[in-house]
């Protein structure tokens, strides 16, 4: 890898290590190789959010180019939310992008990804059934993410009712994260999904 | 006030001239939103090398600073550029960055570039802006 986006990445590094947001759990930064092109990244679900109690793994490549380039960041955790691809864990966010800076860092784009979380926009989807279920039925997206964030981000608030509808899916063989992304997508009525799943 | 040809960025048809028809048909366009402009959704283009060559060079740094780019802090006497933004980099730092595009990554300033296509656009943006003041001025002035 490039001298400088090496160099950058270790001066990072010890920033995000000695932050605030470090002390407080709220983000968390660890290498993966020796040679600071790949790095994993951690953070706690936003408070007053659905996502609030969990913990969201991502991963973090950084190019050759960096700074100059941003960080191909995903989600290896899997999140229910509209700018987040439930299927891949693919980020729509603009400073990913084209808004990309060379001044921001790690963590910044960690804590930009946290304000992704605690407001969604819904308008420029990265997943088109989350954001569907956001803009029409609110309450049901939030008690869909709050049940994946139970699930896979080990989140406090765990469901009953979601619950006995995968088990009844399970119970028909169906691979219990299959049957969740169906239940999921079709409001949690039971009949769609395994209408869906079964044709 | 502007007057009428200036308002809506024109100039008078001299004597014997003829309209250009696709002149009409781009503004046109544009006025529906279909703008010949697909500078929305990207980066500025790159800064232009007038602007980059005649940066301001400083040597003496505040105690403690350090470029944004690179995170080093500057030793006493290192030569920097500094931006009009008064934002201050490497040069090793910020050149690659403004060959990139035209903007300070520190506070996303713009600058001037040599793309005359992006440099109408901007005009454009801005005189949009103008107007909407304008009409805003003018809905107030009528109806206050």
New interface residues.
Partial sequence: MAN?AA??IK??FK?VIKSEEVAKCAIKLELIDDNYSELKGEIAGPPDTPYEGGNFVLEIKVPETY??NPPKVKFLTKIWHPNISSVTGAICLDILK??W?????LRTVLLSLQALMAAAEPDDPQDAVVAKQYKENPEMFNSTARHWTNVYAGGPNKNPDFDQKIQRLTDMGVMSHDARVALSTYNWELERATEAIFT | MTDYFEEFNITPLAQGETPNHMLHLARLLRDFGMSPYEFN???PPPASKAFVDNLEEITSHEPESSC?????QFSAGEIAKKLDCKHIFHST?IL??LE?TS?C??C?HEFKTDNADYEAYKTHKKREKEREGEIENLHNSMFS
């Fill in positions: 400088i160099q950058r001066r990072e920033e700074p100059f084209d808004q800076a060379a001044a921001m860092t | 959704d990207e980066l944004p780019i690179c995170l080093k730092c690659p960055w990139k903007t990554p520190l996303r």
